[in-house]
Structure formats: C-alpha cells, structure tokens
C-alpha cells in the first residue's frame, strides 16, 4: 500500500489550500473529504475577500493587516473568480460617529499591502447612484475598496492545482478511524485504508469530530457561529455592495449577485445543533429582511426571499461574549515529535487568509517531512484559469465573446467568471450552441458539465447547480431533473 507524506482531511478551503501547498513543494498528497468539496463552510460565507473593517473595533489589528496584505495577492492569482467592488458605508446617525469611521477607513487603507485597489472617500448619498434606493434620511457616507470572490470556485480550484501536483483527491469519503502506529498513521475512510506519515486536520466545524477517531486530544475548545444569508430579486440597479450598520451594533451586507439578485447577510448565532443539515432559521430570515427594510425605500419581507443559505463558523472560543466579537483569527495545532507520526489540527480560519493559513501550515510539517521551508509559490502561481494579470481582464473577456460569437452576453460573462481562461478547454471548436451537446437551460450545457465530472469531481445536481456553479437560481425543476438524470448516467458509467 502507498504511504502518502500527509493526508488532508477536510475539502474546504483551509485544507484544498494546505493540499495545494504541500504538492507543490514535492509531498504526496491525499485529499479526503466526506461530502463534496465546499460543500460546507467554505461555500456558505458572504463570498468577500476583504480585511474586516468591523474587527477594528475589536482591536485585531494583526488580523486585518494579514487579511489585506492577502487580498490583492489573491486577486492575482485568481482574477477570473475574484474581482474589485467599492462598498457603500452609510453614516447612521446616533451609531459610530463619522469621524470613527473614517479613522477606521484611513487605518484598513494603510494598514495592508493595498496598491491597485482605490482608497476610501467620503460621499454625499444624494449625489452617488447607491442613495437613490436608500431611505432619504441617509444622507452621508463613505465608498471603500474590497474583493468579491466566488467562494466554493476557489476552493475547488486549489483542488485542481493540488492535483495537478499530483495530489489524489477523494471525495464522498468521511473518515472514521485514525490509528497511529510508530512514524505511519492509518486511516479508515469509508471502506478504505490509507497511510500517511502526517495527517492535517483542517475539517472545519467537524474538526473535533475527526479528532475523536484518534487517539490524540484538541488543545482548544471551538465556537460554533452560524451565519445565514438570504438571496432575493435586485433590489438596486447599479453595481456598487452595502455595508450597513444596525441598531443593535451588527452590520450585515446587501451585495449585487448573479446578476438579477441581491445577497443580504449574515447573521451571527451559536451553533448548536449538528451538520448535517444546516439552514437559516425563520427568525434569522426575518431578521435580514428587517435589516434590510430599515435602510432601502422598498422594504423585504421573508416572502421575497428566492434562496437562503447558512454555514457554520469554526471559530476558536476566545471567552467572547457576543458571537459577532468571536475572533476570526487561527490557530495551528502539531502534535509533538515525541508522540510519532504528527497530527496537525487546524482551528479556526477564514476563506481570507486561506493561502496563508495553507504556508504555515506546510511550513509547521516540513521539517518532519523533509519538504522546502518559507516557500511561497502559491502567492505567485495563478489557480487554474486565471493565468492573465487583472488589468489584462477586460479584454480577455473580449477575446472570449470574440472567439465564440454564439454565447449570448450573460452566458460568455458566467463562464469567464467560473473558469476564466479554462472556458476554451470546456468549449473547445465549438461554433454553435448545438456544438456544445445537450442543453440543460441558461447556458448550461453537456460540455461543461462533462469538465465539471471529469475535472472538478462533481457527482450529482447539487454540486453543480450551487456549488461549481449558481444554475440552482435559474433552472426550472424539470429542467434540473434532467440534469439529475444525465449525471446518473454519466457518473456511473
């Protein structure tokens, strides 16, 4: 049996990123995830790449200055997926006072390696488009630069490039023993056996589930915060994000999604139940939509909502009091030397700092596997499908809509923005949109999905139609069953 140099357990982002770290540098690599890659968390986040302007008030300077020293390095390595918004901060008399934001706006310029993103500024809302869908009591603001990103696109990008690295990647697969015998650790996974001389444990919420199955114990308790988001029809025409602050001192987004819709969230609320099935609760969803109505002239009610979704944050219990003041900093677990094969358990995180997260994680384990220390290729090495440079993105687009004529505008821009310069791969010498096989609906067609099992592990609807991409919004129910359909055939043949 191969014994592989380490073993990742858990598909999210965190551990598809340490997989990726460690291939490269020369480890063999298992991946193993119980469900489908993002199909937790690492899915389920307000799909920002941004510092955290709200963790100022909690003082956790470090972690922002990481966050935005990473947030221009992952915008280059990733430009199709991840792409500049400039949010809109409304002023909300009798809240923090405008001279603290703006202190708090003049520190998140400064205090990251910001170069090509454009500096905050004050507004006066009468005069910029995002005030015409607000309230006419907010009447001042600021407009500040962060990152969108399509998260669970990124997460099984760093797969891919994991496995272009030679790294095997098992999906459906749970763990459910860890035996550590001497310098080699056993792993029981579904009706498997692997080995590995060090296992990284970075499975999110489960985390200390997984830790059950060995014989070593957690050096940190976990917070579990779930956070809800709602999806209802375009709310506001023009293409700028929201940050709003509420009365009760949280702040939510409003951000322009898929086109025709708007992403509201999150909520902050300790988790308490399983993982199994995760779900934003009726009063989580009134209150977005309350949120929500207190700053736009047209007010949302829980019957507008089209789509909600909600993950669970493994967050190191700090002793905070209020969910939302949990710190979304990490911590990086290794088992001592003494105790054998190593075990390095990652708590904590956000998709934000996952590359970096990923370097130090690698860096912790190679000199007990003998792999390159202070490496940091993936800050320099585009994911796949976004080797051009971000100013180059327009007319790269361009040379897409060019190179196939017969995609219609929303079509060529979904795809561009899935993967980016892969789109060529996908489509090949098609012509016409008869080329590209059968048809599901919106674009989606059998030569996509057909990458989509063959490259990026998607086995059933689900992981296509809200994962690797957002087609759950749009198909019909008849529409999706056919897809179904397809992929049982496809996936079992």
């Not at 080797?387 to 079509?411: C, G, I, M």
């Amino acid at each position: 049996m191969e014994i592989y140099d380490v073993a990742v357990v858990g598909g999210g982002v965190n551990g598809c990123g340490i997989a990726r770290d460690a291939a490269g540098r020369g480890a063999r690599v298992l991946l193993l995830e119980a469900k489908d890659l993002a199909s937790g968390t690492s899915s389920a986040s307000s799909k920002l790449i941004h510092g955290g302007l709200r963790y100022l008030e909690h003082y956790e300077f470090a972690l922002v200055r990481e966050s935005l020293s990473e947030r221009e390095t992952l915008w280059a390595i990733a430009p199709h997926i991840i792409w500049p918004m400039r949010f809109v901060l409304p002023h909300v008399k009798g809240l923090r006072p405008r001279w603290l934001l703006r202190l708090g706006l003049f520190l998140y310029d400064h205090l990251g390696a910001r170069k090509r993103l454009p500096a905050a500024e004050s507004v006066k809302l009468s005069r910029h488009p995002a005030g015409a869908p607000l309230k006419p009591e907010f009447v001042n603001g600021f407009v500040y630069s962060d990152c969108w990103v399509d998260d669970a696109r990124l997460v099984v990008l760093n797969a891919r490039d994991a496995a272009a690295h030679g790294a095997d990647v098992v999906t459906c697969c749970p763990v459910t023993r860890l035996d550590r015998k001497r310098d080699v650790w056993y792993i029981e996974a579904g009706e498997r056996t692997f080995q590995a001389r060090a296992i990284v444990n970075a499975a999110g919420p489960s985390v200390l589930q997984v830790l059950s199955h060995s014989p070593d114990k957690a050096d940190y308790d976990m917070r579990l915060v779930r956070g809800s988001h709602i999806v209802v029809r375009r709310i506001f025409e023009h293409p700028y994000p929201y940050f709003f602050q509420l009365p009760d001192g949280r702040i939510f987004f409003a951000i322009p999604y898929e086109h025709d819709f708007t992403l509201i969230g999150t909520t902050d609320a300790d988790h308490k139940d399983g993982l199994d099935h995760i779900e934003a609760s009726p009063e989580e969803i009134a209150y977005l939509c309350e949120g929500a109505s207190h700053f736009f002239r047209t007010p949302i009610c829980p019957e507008d909502v089209v789509w909600s979704y909600s993950g669970v944050r493994p967050l190191v219990d700090d002793g905070s009091g209020k969910p939302e003041a949990a710190t979304r900093g990490y911590r990086l677990d290794l088992s001592e030397a003494r105790d054998g094969a190593p075990i390095l358990n990652i708590f904590g995180g956000k998709i934000t700092t996952y590359r970096h997260l990923a370097e130090e994680a690698v860096d912790l384990l190679a000199t007990r596997l003998s792999l390159p220390q202070n490496c940091h290729w993936t800050a320099a090495k585009p994911l796949p499908g976004g080797n051009f440079d971000v100013a180059a993105t327009a007319s790269e687009y361009r040379k897409l809509q060019d190179h196939y004529p017969f995609l219609e505008p929303d079509w060529a821009d979904r795809l561009f923005k899935c993967y980016g310069l892969d789109t060529y791969a996908i489509l090949g010498s098609a012509k016409t949109l008869t080329d590209c096989g059968l048809h599901f609906g919106h674009g989606l067609t059998q030569c996509e999905v057909d990458h989509l099992v063959r490259n990026e592990w998607a086995r059933d609807a689900q992981d296509i139609l809200w994962r690797r991409t957002k087609l759950g919004l749009r198909l019909t129910p008849q529409e999706q069953m056919e897809l179904e359909n397809y992929l049982r055939e496809r996936v079992i043949a």
